[in-house]
């Protein structure tokens, strides 16, 4: 019995240090750990006694004998598994499901600020790592020992949306050479201007997805919090440029393992290791992510599915919604917002409207806005190029003149940005191009205009005035293929400007004629006249 104890404790300590199960009945990797050592207790001492059965009768009744602890435990863990899965199943819960991501309905003119083309993201996660790794390639001292990871998060860094990166060892034996001091850097691309900055920190990030033992960032979370759950694990930075490893801790809310949920975030300082556990309502603002994408996304679906009850999700699928194929983000407020686009259930190619999510808070807001969904969005951006064969990355969804629009870059076989395209959601046929963002905007606003979606705005009134006199001086020059005469009356210093084009009676003027102008109010030496009479 004790050589099977050590040699299944031996076995456990190897299996938990390699896949690192949280010690926690919510989780089901747990039920695996616990099985795969009742197992391997049960082989050993088989082994160890050295039994051979005549019949499979014999067999198990030595195996009941000797593994009676372990067979139970392993009933009893089935036996809960079973219990808790009914207890969780939509079958059974599907009002609480539906309940996981409480929203509500807002006013998307109103609450998403208006952008203006200096202030529009560009750069998707597949240009920012192909931006990321050109920088890294002009880093002599860099490139030889570290690769950039090939994904990048977006983030809010200083009041600017930028994706950071952050860099893995080479290989193996690279990072025998440098786990002493650590990775000396991270990346942070600008989504606006482009721009890649190299930041260096000063003592070496020890923890990361790319160390091997003891500093892998999966293995310490795990050594640190035994029984926590991690969904997601993301690269983050502070305001004042400290790199941090942000992982997201969920529970299981309804039954055993049904309806995760996030409930707080682990913060694991990269280059000391400190960490520090934190509720979601007091997770630092300066964090962005600690809700998932993908979680938010089923969260909706829950909803979307089953706020009718079970039984319409499988029959009449009345009022029944589900968010579209894809999802993009959103800086607004100093936080990430991950967006979606919300369809009825049938995969038609047109929205009801978008979902809103905070990532760090998960505050959901849900804008009513028929129109054409991501895709159809930009198909409609390809066509406007076809002539090219451009394809489109996935939108991001701007205010633009309280619109919701599509933005997006049309890339060539070659994946660079060649075009930037503008679709408005609700009439996806007016679709906008440029060769820079400027353009498409400046288009986009002429077109929305042509179409009476937006008016003009009326011209400020201007306030005018009118002097007569007698003309003391009078002078010319060309301007803009115009000439324009500067008229002094006698006793003033102030001379009127004024169109010979559109006023021919300043072409014949001579000194001494007597004149009325009409003029705007203003100061200087020079004012704009807008009439000229004798």
Not at 265 to 293: F, I, Q
Not at 389 to 406: D, K, M, Q, R, V
Not at 407 to 433: E, R
Not at 474 to 496: C, H, K, P
Request: aromatic share 12%; glycine share 8%.
């Amino acid at each position: 019995m004790l050589i099977s104890i050590v040699l299944t404790v031996l076995v456990g300590l190897i299996y938990f240090y390699l896949q690192l199960p949280a010690i926690n009945l919510h989780s089901a990797e747990f039920y695996s750990f616990i099985f795969i050592l009742c197992v391997v207790y049960c082989g050993a001492n088989l082994v160890v006694t050295g039994f051979r059965a005549t019949n499979v009768k014999d067999y198990f009744k030595h195996l009941i004998k000797k593994c009676t602890i372990p067979v139970a435990a392993v009933v009893l863990l089935i036996a809960i598994a079973i219990v808790g899965s009914l207890a969780g199943s939509v079958f059974f819960r599907a009002k609480s499901y539906a309940k996981l991501l409480p929203f509500e309905t807002g006013d998307f003119s109103a609450e998403v600020q208006e952008v203006t083309w200096e202030q529009i993201p560009m750069l998707d996660s597949h240009s920012a790592n192909t931006l990321a790794n050109k920088k890294m390639g002009e880093l002599s001292d860099l490139v030889s020992q570290f690769e950039v990871d090939t994904n990048s998060a977006q983030i809010n860094y200083q009041d600017r949306p930028v994706r950071a990166t952050y860099l893995n060892y080479g290989d193996v034996i690279k990072w025998f050479k440098n786990r002493k001091e650590g990775i000396p850097a991270y990346l942070l691309i600008d989504m606006v201007t482009q721009e890649v900055t190299v930041c260096r920190t000063e003592t070496g990030m020890k923890y990361s997805p790319s160390e091997i033992f003891n500093r892998n960032i999966y293995r310490y979370l795990r050594f640190c919090y035994p029984t926590k759950m991690f969904y997601d694990v993301n690269f983050e930075v502070d305001e004042d440029g400290t790199p941090y490893w942000c992982a997201s801790v969920v529970n299981k809310t309804i039954g055993l393992f049904g309806g995760t949920d996030v409930v707080g975030a682990v913060l694991v300082n990269a280059l000391t290791g400190e960490h520090e556990y934190y509720d979601m309502e007091e997770v630092p603002t300066w964090v962005d992510r600690v809700c998932s994408a993908s979680l938010i996304m089923e969260q909706y679906d829950y909803y979307g599915l089953y706020q009718g009850g079970f039984w319409n999700s499988m029959l009449g699928q009345s009022g029944c919604t589900e968010t579209t194929s894809g999802y993009n983000y959103i800086a607004m407020d100093d936080d990430v917002w991950v967006y979606t686009g919300v369809t009825s259930v049938g995969g038609d190619e047109s929205n009801l409207g978008f979902m809103l999510v905070n990532q760090r808070t998960k505050e959901a807001r849900y804008y009513p806005c028929a129109g054409a969904n991501e895709e159809a969005g930009m198909r409609s951006a390809q066509g406007a190029v076809q002539q090219f064969s451009y394809t489109a990355t996935f939108p991001i969804l701007l205010n633009l003149g309280g619109e919701p629009t599509y933005f997006m870059a049309l890339k060539d076989a070659s994946q660079l940005v060649k075009m930037y395209a503008m679709v408005n959601v609700s009439q996806y046929q007016i679709v906008a191009t440029g060769t820079t963002v400027e353009e498409c905007q400046d288009n986009y606003a002429e077109l929305m205009i042509k179409n009476g979606i937006t008016q003009v705005a009326p011209e400020p009134e201007i306030e005018t005035a009118e002097v007569r006199g007698n003309v003391a001086e009078i002078r010319s020059s060309v301007m803009d293929g115009d000439t324009w005469y500067f008229i002094r009356l006698e006793n003033q210093a102030v001379y009127y400007l004024i169109n010979g084009r559109e006023y021919p009676l300043a072409t014949i003027l001579n000194v001494g004629d007597r004149v009325v102008i009409t003029y705007e109010k203003g100061t200087g030496e020079m004012l704009n006249a807008i009439s000229l009479e004798r």
